[in-house]
C-alpha cells in the first residue's frame, strides 16, 4: 500500500462551495440525452429493451438492442415525483403498490397520461429481461411481458454459495473459485439461450468478437474506477464529494462497454488527479474520514457534507465508486462465460455477508476511515455482521435504519444529529 | 438420524437413501418474533423469523444436519445467515443450501441434478452412509408407501370425509416423522375421520358446509384452517408447501445416484408452482385446475406482510376465478401478530359471499 498523500502545506485551496465534478455533471447530462435517442430509436421501429441491473446488459449492446435499466429509470421517475402516481397506476390494474417499488415503478409509468410522464416516456420495450432474483421480480418481468409488443425473458439468480474469502481478489480472473462451475454453468447456459432467442427476435446474428471487445471495454472501465478509487483512498484530504463520485460512475455504468463509458470513467480520473496534483480539497481543515455503507441518501445529498464545518468531519467514500472499482472485472477469452461471470454474482458481493462485510472492512482500512455510518438496508440479510465486523477492526460504526429514498423516514430517524453525536462522541 | 429442512424443494427419496429421515422445520402462525431474528434478517416474512428463532433457541439441537432451500427470499436469508452463526459455533450441525431454480430448462435441470447430488454428499457426510442402487429402491419403497397414505387423504378429503384441518395435520406428520411413523399416523387421521368437525357458530353457514379452496402465503400450522372451519367452512384444497403442494410421496426408480437425481430433476419441474418462485399465469392455471378439481365454491387468499411473492399474483386470479364463478376472499400484507384478526375478515367475507350466492 502506497502511503496516504498528505499536502506538504495547509495551503491547500477549498473545492468552491457548489462545484461539482465537471465529470458528474458531463454524466448526467449525456444520459438525459442519451435517453432521447432511445426514444427516437424506438420512435423509428427499432426494437429496445428493458433490463434489470442485474442482468448481463452486455448482449443487448452487442446486438445494437438499446436498452434502459430498470432501476436507473425508476430512480429518474422518483426524481420527477412521477412516482406515486406510477404506483397508483399499478394499484388501479390490481397489483400490489407496495411491493419492491423500484422494480415495479416502470410498469406503472407506461400508462400515465402523455404530459405526466418524465422525458417522455420510456417507449414500449420489444423485449423485457431480468433474473429472477427475490420472489417478484419474475412475476413484474411476467407483467411485462403481458403487455402487447413486449416478450419476456428471465435468468436464473442462485444463491451465493460457495463464498471464498476476499472474492475481490478472485472475481477478475478466477471466478469459477470465487463462484463455483455449476452456478457458471447454468448462467452461461441461460445467456446463450437468451442469445438466440434474441436472435431469432431480431433477425440479427451475435458477433462474438463484439462482445468481447464490449467485455473488454467494461473492464476498461472498472480499471479506470479502480485507479480513482485508489487515488481518493490515499489522498488527504479527500480531493473529491462522495455527492459527485455517485452521479459520476453510475450513469457510464449504464453505458457499460462503450467506448463514452471508458472515457467518462477516465475523464473522472483525469479530473480526480488534477484536483490532487492541484491539492485541491473538499475540507482541507479535513480531521475525521467518514465511509458511508449503504444506498446513498438520494433524498438529503447535503447531508453528506455537513459535518465538515464543525468537525472537519468528511465523508470520503460510498460504494458506488468502490463497487464500480471491485465489482465487475471480468477478464477471460471466452466473453460469454466472462460474462456469466460478471453477473452471476455481482449482487452477492455487496449484500451477501460474510462477502459484504470483508468487502467494507477491507475499503474502511485502505480509506483509513475514522468511523463508518452504517445505512441498515432491511432488505439484505445480516447487516449486523457488517457492522460487527468494523467494530471489531476497530472502526466506531453508526447503524441508522431508514429508508434511502424517502424523504419522511431520513428525517424521523434524527440522522443528521444523530452523526453529529457518534462524531462527538464516538470518532 | 434426523437432518432438518428449511423451506419444500428437498426430494425426501436422496436423504433417506443416505440413511437420514428429513424433518421439516415449519415454524408457526403465532409467537413472538425476537429482535436478534428481525435483525439478521431484515425485513422478511415473520414464519421464516420464527423458524430462525426456533433454530437458534435449540429447539432443532437433536438435528444431524439442516438443509435450507432457496424456495423464497425468506428462507434464502435464513441460510445466509445461519451459514455464518454455524461457523461461529451458534448452530450444532452442518448447514447446507439446496438451490433448485423453477423454470425448467436443460440447464436449470442440469444444476438442479448436481444440487440433488450436493445434498446427497451433505447428508452421506453426516450419516456415513453412500447411497447405492439397494438404499435408493427401499427409499423409493418408503417413500411411495407414504405417498399412498397421503393419496388416500385426498380421496377422503375429495368425499367431504377429512377436514382441511386434518389433512394439514397429515401432510405435518408426513413431513416431520419417518415415513413409517408418519404412515401410522396418517392412517389414525383417516379412520378416525368419520367424526364431523366441530362447528363453533352453526347458525352463520349452517347446512351444507362452504368448500373453500386455499391460496397465498404457506400455513406452517392449523390456525387458519380450524378457524375457518369452525365457522362453516371445509377447506378442500390448497396450494401452498405445507399442503397439497409438498414434495412428498415422489420417488424413482434408478440403479445410481446421478440416475436418481436427474430424474427427480425432471420431476422437479412438474411440482405445482411455488408463489415466491413461479410466473402467476402458472399459478392460475394451477389454481382453476385445482379449485374444480376439489369442487371448491371459492377461494381464500391470506397473504403475510413481506411474503410479496402471492400478492403479484392476486391481478391474474381475480378475473379468472371470476370467469368460472368463484368468489375470492383476500387478506393481505397480513402483520406478524394478526393471523386472528386476518381470519376474522375472511369469515366474514366468507358469509357475505354466502348470503349473496344464497340471493341469486
Ligand atoms: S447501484 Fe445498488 S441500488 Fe442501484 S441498481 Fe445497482 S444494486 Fe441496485
Ligand atoms: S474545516 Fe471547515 S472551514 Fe476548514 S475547510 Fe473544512 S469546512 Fe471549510
Known sequence: MTEPRTPAQPRTPQAPAGQRLRSAVAATRHQKEWFQTVRQRAAAGEPIALVNADAPHEVFRALDIPYVVTQWWSSIIAAKQAGPASMDRLAAGGLPD??????????????????????????????????????????????????????TFLLSRTGADPVPDRWWELVPHQWEQAFGTERLDLLEGEIQDLIAWLEERTGRTMDYGRLAEIMALGNEQAEWNRRTRDLIATTRPTPVLVNDTMPAVMAPQWQRGTQWAVDAARSLYEETAERVDRQVAVCPGERKRLMWVGRGLWSDLGLYTRFQEEFGAVFVWSMYLAIAADGYLRYGDDPVRALAARFVGITDQLYVPPWSSQWYVKEALTHGVDGVVHLVADDTPGSGFITEALEAEGIPVLEIRANNADQRSSSAARIPERIAEFIRRRV | MRIGVVGADVPRQVVLACGAVPVRILGSWT???????????????????????????GDHDELAGLVVCNDSMADLRVYYVLRILDERGRVPFPVHLLDAPRGGGAHRRRFVSHQYERLAAFVSGVTGQQVDATSLAEAAAREAKLGQALEAVQGRRRERVLSGTTALTAYRAAAQLSPEDAWERIGELVRSAAEPVELDEPAELAGARVPVYLTGSSHPDATVYAALEAAGAVVVGEDHDAGDAAWIGDAVNAATLEEACAQLADRHTARPPAAARSLSSERTEHLLAETERCGAAGVVALVRDLDDGPVWDLAEYRPALASR????????????????????????????NVNRKDAL
Not at chain 2, 413472538?32 to 434478517?41: C, G, N, P, R
Open chain 1, 98 to 151: 407496495f411491493s419492491l417499488q423500484y422494480d415495479a415503478m416502470p410498469l406503472g409509468e407506461q400508462d400515465l397520461p402523455a404530459e405526466d410522464r418524465p422525458w417522455g416516456g420510456l417507449p414500449a420495450p420489444r423485449f423485457a429481461v431480468a433474473e429472477r432474483s427475490g420472489d417478484v421480480t419474475a412475476k413484474i418481468f411476467e407483467q411485462w411481458g403481458n403487455r402487447p409488443g413486449t416478450e
Open chain 2, 31 to 57: 409467537g413472538a418474533v425476537s429482535q436478534e431474528a428481525t435483525e439478521l434478517l431484515g425485513a422478511a416474512d415473520a414464519v421464516a423469523a420464527r423458524v430462525l428463532d426456533e433454530i437458534l433457541s
Open chain 2, 325 to 352: 364463478d368463484l368468489w375470492l376472499a383476500e387478506q393481505l400484507r397480513v402483520p406478524a401478530g394478526g393471523v386472528q384478526d386476518a381470519t376474522a375478515g375472511i369469515i366474514r367475507a366468507l358469509q357475505r
